[in-house]
């Protein structure tokens, strides 16, 4: 879980502060930056985790007033994976 980086300009009330998805690999890499903007020869180690997302469903109710958590599952394959920071989990 993390949290969503969405803005909702039409109504933020009923915005979900939360994206959900499933840690599939923990990966560590050490990168090594060579561009005009570098500004150190050094190698560093990236952190980064792979992760599959989960959709929440629209149709169920849940929150505080329904005293139920979100009813979540599987998105378009298209949007279905990424790579997250892991200081971004919650």
Sequence with gaps: M???????TDDNSSAHPYW???IIGIFH??????????????SQQINFLWVRWFGRDLTY???????????IGFVDASDAFGFVDPREVI
Excluded at 29 to 42: E, F, I, L
Excluded at 61 to 71: A, E
């Design 2 to 8: 993390v949290l969503a980086h969405e803005d909702d």
């Design 61 to 71: 109710r849940s929150g505080f007033k329904t005293k139920r958590l979100p009813r």
């Design 29 to 42: 890499a050490c990168v090594k930056h060579t561009g005009p903007a570098s500004k150190t020869s050094d």
């Design 20 to 22: 959900y998805g499933r």
